[in-house]
């Protein structure tokens, strides 16, 4: 079964701390992974990643996807506040069902 | 630049009732999703419409209906709402290989 894992679960920092967001999967037909920041509506798109090794960076955010082994990772430097949010990973699949995975997404809470 | 319009944004059902969730989209979008997010699940698919005129179950479908009314448009309806049915409630829309885009959600409680 198709499934995509993040880790941590939740995560409390202070401001100023950097953060790592790992996404794991197991999906068959794997076309693209997408992370998506949702703070008090809706999630919002940050990256989509296709290939391996190559970063994707906006401002203090950071991702990288390794199809080798799977995973990818979301990386916040120098966090503030308005950082604190749920941070989704999904899975794009060529066919099958439906078209995306969503994994359980990781809690941060940002601290002054 | 409204996007991806959804309403009503809160609503509190009695157990049997009905109702229909909307969600509308400006962006000329093909494909359309409704989803429920409920705490420790993340985001499930409930039914999707790849395009006008079509509409395909998702993971979690039973106990929902849905209908595409146009290009713009697609409903989400309760026939018979049961507590489990409480969640958050998003819609997204995309076009080809873009990332989806989300509505504000609908907030919905079953008592």
């Known amino acids: 079964e198709d499934k995509v894992v993040q880790s941590p679960l939740s995560l409390v920092v202070h401001e100023g701390d950097t953060v790592t967001l790992n996404c794991s999967y197991e999906?068959?037909?794997?076309?693209?992974l997408l992370w998506y920041k949702q703070e008090k509506k809706a999630p919002t798109f940050l990256f989509m990643l296709?290939?391996?090794?190559i970063e994707k960076k906006s401002g203090r955010l950071s991702s990288i996807l390794d199809k080798k082994e799977l995973f990818s990772i979301l990386n916040i430097t120098a966090t503030q506040t308005g950082d604190s949010a749920i941070y989704l990973c999904?899975?794009?699949?060529?066919?099958?069902?439906?078209?995306?995975?969503f994994g359980t997404g990781t809690r941060l809470k940002v601290l002054a | 630049n409204a996007g991806v319009t959804q309403t009503p944004k809160f609503q509190v059902l009695k157990t049997g009732q009905s109702m229909t969730l909307q969600c509308a989209q400006d962006?000329?979008?093909?494909?359309m999703y409704w989803y429920r997010q409920d705490p420790g699940m993340g985001l499930r698919l409930i039914y999707y419409?790849?395009?006008?005129?079509?509409?395909d179950k998702g993971e979690v479908p039973n106990g929902y209906n849905v209908s595409r009314l146009n290009k713009r448009e697609f409903s989400l309806r309760l026939e018979s709402a049961a507590p489990s049915q409480t969640s958050v409630y998003f819609c997204?829309?995309?076009?080809?290989?873009?990332?989806?885009?989300f509505g504000d959600g609908t907030r919905l409680s079953i008592l």
């Open positions: 999904a899975v794009e699949r060529t066919s099958g069902t439906y078209k995306y995975i």
């Open positions: 999906v068959t037909n794997f076309r693209s």
């Open positions: 296709t290939s391996s090794g």
């Open positions: 962006m000329n979008h093909n494909s």
């Open positions: 419409s790849a395009s006008e005129g079509t509409t």
């Open positions: 997204a829309s995309m076009t080809g290989n873009q990332p989806q885009h």
